[in-house]
């Protein structure tokens, strides 16, 4: 068993892998000395431990890095990399696991979420919200937050959206699995995680669906009607992202972390706030609803729709991160021009979380309420 979890953390697997799939190392002299990757593709034996390696991105380094190297070693790495280190000899796979990658990247949620209330329905968007702010991060390590983001999301949206509308549950449970085995491989291609980081990142994805599941329905009615919802919101998330594992060098983890936890208390706010005015913008039943014809009015009307959310996103992110950016830094002593100030967790946590707890505010209560007033929502 051991000799089977050591198979799959090791980096030969992910080498294979990308080989495969036609990445492969170009042929010089600094991929020998110091990457696992020798000049004929094969590789060394190296010990490579979740919190020690650090992974190198494919799109402008080697495919993979040891991580144990010494800051001597950095200097004469950072000679070589004034161009890829990598020879792409299958661009079909190149472009798809590129792609995939994106879709498990943050700016893809901060998109693809308010999308599904903006054309579909609120109801859809709390729960995949709700299971977005599970996922616990870590940098590169176990287990992959990609793919538990992927899956979790993925196959949460499926469930959800067979109480609420009719659709072929094959065709939906299809696209469920090749979105998530996409962003899984993906992880592999560009060389971030081992093959164990992202089994367990889905293991663990299932786990926490299969556990939650039979409470989504409470959860939802709770985090709607009862009337400590937004207090609970705003103090539990602020804990947690204050309460982040201190780390002996900084992480982006644990702004990342944040801007999550805030849009998640921002939207349940909002949510709140909307069932308390009568006013949700979910569909009204009997469930399940059949979903309109998909016409290219429709397509413009949803173009529309994203176009002016994204607008009003961007505008509350880049505001509230303006002006609460200059008055924490002001009241902690810090000049806002200074980077590593920006780095204190007493500074960084507060004025990303009140950024992006406006940003989920806004989504759910204004953006919806804007399209009405446009004519680009009808109120059943």
Known sequence: MWRVISHLNGPELVASFQRICGLFPKNNSSNNHHGLITTNGSLKDASVTPRQRKMEQVLNETSRADGNYSGAHENTIDEHRSGPQYEVRNWLFYFLFVTSASLGHEVFYITFLPSIQWNFEPFLCRRLVNMWAMRVDAEYGMPSTHAMAATAISFTLLLSARERVEFPFELGLAVAVLVSALVCLSRLYTGMHSALD??????????????????????????????????LAIVFHLLLCYKYPELDHYSTTRGDTTIIMACSAGSSFGYWVNERLGLTFDLSGP????????????????????????????????????????????????????????????????????????????????VNRMFVKMGLWKLD
């Open 198 to 231: 992202v089994i367990c990142g889905v293991v663990l994805s299932a786990l926490i669906i299969a556990i939650s599941y039979p409470f989504w329905t409470t959860i939802d009615y709770l985090q709607l009607h009862f009337p400590l919802s937004p207090v």
């Open 287 to 366: 469930f399940p609803v059949t979903l309109q014809p998909l016409t290219m009015a429709a397509l413009g009307l949803g173009f529309a729709r994203f176009v002016v959310g994204v607008v009003m996103l961007v505008l509350t992110r880049q505001t509230m991160r303006y002006l609460t950016l200059r008055v924490i830094c002001w009241f902690c002593g810090a000049s806002v021009s200074d980077v590593d100030a920006r780095k204190r967790k007493e500074i960084e946590v507060p004025y990303k979380f009140s950024t992006y707890v406006s940003v989920g505010l806004v989504n759910s209560m204004l």
